[in-house]
């Protein structure tokens, strides 16, 4: 078997290949729906309903995805300059951290100028955090998928430090998570009673502005440049590492929003379960909008939808909502073999 | 090595391609190319760059598969794809890059993939004296423990020959042998064939060189678009007849006037520069350039020419030594540096140093402009403005491509180029670094790639011609330098010095012993 390179898709092709990508998605979880015992299609049919079947369950994705399209975004930044920002998980509890120490009361402002304010230390918290692995990177030419990956278990501990130290709730119980938020430090809901928060918002406005910044700003063709072809793009005269830089900084003030929308927007204050993974999750929603700062929109809402589709399904059928995982591990999978093949051909023999 | 030749089939044949095609999408490499080779005989296999010589011979090696058509070795039909049976079948393969081992000894890397892996013994005092017995009778000298990193290129061809040898190979595949050698060194290869022409062994040579090809072959088969273009004995033909068959039309050379230099635009002052380019560094050069002059620099590849080539393209700083342009010296230097001071950049590697090849035409058109308040505002980028400068480049340089919003990857190589020097000739630059302009292409924008150049020239532009190619540097040089071993020679006028002279510097000879020559 070998791969042989294939001219420029068509149209039809671009569009074919990924919807195969889903269908083959389903076939494979099929096979292990089966094997727990229940019908491929009643599963499905659960998860779809749990996901967008009513109006409760729809705010409920859409709230989910909110996290997942900031980390999303921040993977799609930095992967376009092929800086392979692992460690949207540490910048997001840094973000987090922030939040926390700045909107439990310590600065006396009204929401208005208290919440922009909060919002814009933790992207400089998050984007500070990104810096040093490009650095590294840049100066010593040390792998940043190694520091970044690193610095998500640095910072992990780091926060469990604070919540068991300094930040610690002395009303909480012995648990260990922070204070509460004040009201002005809180995101609004969009919808009263529900819990879809003007986080949601932010999330859509950032990826129009990554979407400008990377199609139509000088910016974003440096790093498009740089993440395509970087010996090219040192040669045509683009400063390589200054533009990594940039890109370092955008990418982790992305990532710390989602940490920063959780806090703020959905729990009200800090705690050691603030994200089941969104840094890492937003790798696969990326690569599945094929790094495009909209789709990440889209695939993030796919993503939000599977997982809390699968948690409402397994209530009902008693398949394991680990199928939710699987699905989205599957759909990276067959998403990656699917681009592969619009750009080559496979010959047997 | 005598016992090797045993197996061979007593009709003469070795090796027989039968309608051998091979297409990639639309582009037909080989079209049904069928030939025999026979016992002891040289074939050369001319035909210009992009003729599907190298598809050919990955075919005949198995690196690619046939859509249609065989190859037969010594009667028997080879399995379709696979090097190995090719290799079992005695066909050695001396590609036009290297396959060796750099860390390992010259022993273990000819030895190296003859043994079985799970075989915990080598004998190495046997594979020693096969080593040595067959470099002395074919004249490849090289000492079997040295290791491959220290070795000249010369040395390192040696060893693939021998690795081919060890194997017993009774064809050899020779992919443009000459490419990388001094005019002395070739002189030793051609000795080397025709002593294994007289052991029995057949040799299948590829070259583009009309010479070489008349110097070292029984027969020569012209390959042209995929196709057989002809077959002639050796004996038979001559230089222009060979030259019409492979451009398959009489080819206008460029005519170059005499004229007048003007001022020096750009002055090289003692400049050292160390590693990371590839190649020999520069060992303090002295170089002038001046207006409506082209300066050409021969030398065989890796002596120097990528560091000089990066050192004015401005992506390389020079460790000490001065830059000075129009007088005024360069204290940063960078790539923008010296794009501000105008000076138009034709890169070596189109592919991977010239051009983005998953960003389309008008992205790769302002890659080195896009900063000018030409093509952004306030960091906003013109995108309008960009197509309609890549349109006019399109149309003035005759890019043939789909679409300015299609990938370069889909272009041509001549294409490529043909956008690489709308690119960089945009706003008449002072100073023209053209290094390998014409590496790859076909003998068609060869021509316009040579008109251009001679054209800016002619317009009052200092150009730096970079060629390993040195009828290119013969033919469009005003004057001629030769870079050995990070040094210059100093300049002869055209037509000052013999090709002799000149391979004779290529190869390190006439140079001062210490702090290299000065040109004046």
Known sequence: MRLEPKPAPGLVSALLYPAGAILATLVIASVLVLIAGASPFTVFGLVAKGAAGSRFALLETLTRATPLIFTGLAVAVAFHAKLWNIGAEAQLYIGGVVTAVLGTGALPLPGPLLVPLIALCAMVAGALLLLGPAVLKTRFGVDEVVTTLLLNFIVLLFVSLLLEGPLKDPMGMGWPQSAALVGEARLPRLIHGKRLHLGFVIALVAALAVWVILRKTALGYEMRAVGNNIQAARFAGIPVNRVLMKTALLSGGLAALAGFSEVAGLKGNLSLDLSPGFGYTGIVVAMLALLHPLGVVVSAIFVAGIFVGADAMSRAAGVPSYIAQVMVATALLTMVTAIMLTRYRIRWR | ?520
Request: aromatic share 4%; proline share 4%.
């Open chain 2, 1 to 520: 090595m005598d016992g090797a030749m045993d197996g061979a089939m007593d009709d003469g044949a070795v090796l027989r391609l039968v309608g051998v095609t091979k297409r990639f999408g639309p582009l037909v490499a080989n079209d049904s190319v069928s030939f025999t080779l026979n016992k002891g005989e040289v074939i050369a296999l001319l035909g210009e760059n992009g003729a599907g010589k190298t598809t050919l011979m990955n075919i005949l090696f198995g690196h690619y598969l046939a859509d249609e058509g065989h190859v037969e070795a010594f009667g028997h039909r080879l399995p379709p794809g696979e090097p190995r049976a090719a290799l079992a079948a005695g066909i050695g393969m001396v590609h036009q890059h290297f396959t060796l081992a750099d860390s390992m000894s010259v022993l273990e890397n000819i030895a190296l993939g003859t043994q079985s892996l799970w075989s915990l013994r080598f004998d190495r005092r046997r594979a020693l004296a096969r080593i040595t017995t067959l470099s002395r009778d074919f004249g490849l000298e090289v000492h079997p423990n040295a290791q491959v990193s220290d070795l000249s290129v010369g040395e390192r061809q040696r060893v693939e020959i021998l690795k081919a040898l060890y194997r017993d190979a009774r064809v050899l595949i020779l992919d443009e042998p000459t490419a990388v050698l001094t005019p002395l060194e070739t002189e030793a290869l051609f000795r080397t064939l025709k002593k294994l022409v007289a052991k029995g062994l057949s040799i299948l040579f590829i070259s583009h060189k009309l010479n070489e090809v008349l110097a070292v072959s029984d027969r020569v088969l012209v390959l042209r678009s995929g196709k057989i273009a002809g077959e002639r004995a050796t004996s038979a033909t001559n230089r222009s007849e060979l030259a019409a068959l492979m451009v398959g039309d009489t080819v206008t050379e460029p005519t170059v006037t005499d004229h007048a230099p003007g001022e020096t635009v750009i002055e090289l002052v003692g400049i050292r520069t160390t590693g990371r380019v590839g190649g020999a560094p520069l060992d303090t050069i002295d170089l002038t350039l001046r207006e409506g002059e082209i300066t050409g620099l021969a030398g065989v590849s890796g002596n120097g020419q990528a560091a000089l080539a990066a050192l004015l393209a401005g992506t390389l700083r020079p460790d000490s030594g001065t830059i000075r342009i129009r007088g005024e010296e360069m204290g940063e230097w960078t790539a923008r540096t010296a794009l501000a001071h105008r000076i138009g950049r034709i890169p070596e590697d189109r592919h991977t140093i010239g051009m983005i090849g998953d960003m389309n035409v008008i992205e790769n058109a302002i890659s080195e402009s896009y900063r000018s308040p030409r093509f952004s505002h306030r960091g906003l980028l013109d995108w309008k403005g960009a197509e309609d400068f890549a349109r006019a480049i399109i149309r003035d340089y005759d890019v043939k491509c789909p679409s300015p919003r299609a990938p370069v990857r889909l272009l041509s190589g001549g294409n490529m180029q043909k956008l690489i020097l709308g690119r960089a000739f945009d706003g008449a630059p002072h100073v023209i670094l053209a290094s390998q302009p014409t590496r790859g292409l076909d003998v068609g924008a060869v021509a316009y790639v040579h008109a251009k150049l001679l054209e800016a020239r002619n317009r009052g532009a200092a150009i730096l011609l970079i060629s390993e190619d040195l009828d290119e540097v013969l033919a469009l040089s005003d004057r001629i330098l030769v870079i050995s071993k990070g040094r210059l020679s100093p300049p002869s006028a055209r037509g000052a010095l013999t090709v002799r002279e000149i391979g004779e510097r290529m190869a390190g000879h006439g140079f001062q012993e210490e702090g290299g020559i000065h040109a004046a």
